[in-house]
């Protein structure tokens, strides 16, 4: 099956042309960012082209254990360079933060400026032994690749780990919202970036940013079939620069291997329920919630009288293997007031495999990029309650433009909490009413055609053939 194709090449061993050019890939150190990138490189592999991966020895293995449907350290894989850098601060998430932008990461952040020298010496080595490196790097690591890029045969390409939406609205503010005829691309109340970042990380952001304009071009884990008209955007807005923008996504597998006994549980719970009744939970890897936000949410998942599988846990620590983390403390009773209903799922949940499930009919997610990718893929409705930094802006998507889900917390209103009644109402609406059932049908449209354009002749499959078609030239 052509679909399947480009997840089962193996790369082949001699000397190919494609071989002479090697990819390295710089991810950031955060799951969402690391993940991305992890997936990218097994898409790269397929094309018989060697990638290297680099980071820190904890985050190259933290993206290693958490990769769903494919083993990246299968035989003739990909080259982790697994480096050691000094020991950095790692704090636990506080619930009671204003701003929910994870700011006991930044320590791990900072750290990534550690890679620069080793970065550099890998990018050297390489460079005097194949004919072309290929540097993609996330847009958070522009410094850390600011000297392997002035290398004679070095080409650098920045990841976005964002939508093309929210890149391509960035330059619409900053050229005063009228470069566009077409307006309906952004809505005029698109929401600001209050309360997205805190000024610490904005600092660090506004530094990467600064190598930006010494890279080839962009690429992004979307598809045209979603973004396409942000992608014309993008592409006309650096035409004169010569940078190309490709939309190589879905990075993540589009169709699902066998269960493995690990991830057992939550699917065989949802194969005893029917389909489209069970609402997927979960605000991912940099989201923790306090004591009173979660038993609103309890409450309101119970009231709904929908089914549902709650991944609960607090945000990553920056290195995610040390020590333990708080376990959230549910009203008391409650897993048993919700056995056959509600399933709570503490540690790790397989995301993929429980969107892919039929009896999976919605996503209540914090809309992160990584996870509003999976859902479209799996062709599951979304009921967004953003967080922070690009969360605000994947809800307009998702919800206005794309049409495939519904707003659980309006941004304005993001100090309030939300209550057991919003919350039931909003999964109600999403799972049990007619404007649900167009929306999921919307989504299940819409996850059919970006499976397919993965597949020979289709328009991500195409992308991808270009862009390897560019670096190997
Ligand atoms: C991160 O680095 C910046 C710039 O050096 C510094 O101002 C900031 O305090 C650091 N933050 C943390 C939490 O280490
Ligand atoms: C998303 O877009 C906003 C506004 O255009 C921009 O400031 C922000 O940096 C972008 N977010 C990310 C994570 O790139």
Redesign the pocket.
Known sequence: MAMANQQQHQPCHGITEQAQVVVVMVPFPAQGHLNQLLQLSRLVLSYNIRVHYVGATTHNRQAKQRVHGWDPDAAASIHFHDIEIPPF?CPPPNPNAKIKFP?HL??A??ASSHLTEPVSMLVRALSGKARKIVVIHDSLMGSVIQEARLLPNVESYIFHSVSAFNVSSHAWEQQGKNIIEDSELFPQDIPSLEGCFTA?FA??FARQSNYQKFNTGCVYNTCKLVEGAYMDLLEKETAEEGIKHWALGPFNPVTIPERSEKKRFCLDWLDKHARNSVIYVSFGTTTTLDDEQIKELAIGLRESKQKFIWALRDADKGDVFSGEERSAELPEGYEDSVDGIGLVVRNWAPQLEILAHPATGGFMSHCGWNSCMESITMGVPIAAWPMHSDQPRNTVLITKILKIGVVVKEWELRDEIVTSKIVESAVKRLMASTEGDEMRRRAAEMGESVRGSVAEGGVSRMEMESFVAHITS
């Open positions: 601060h700011s930044q320590p952040f900072n610490d600092d660090f």
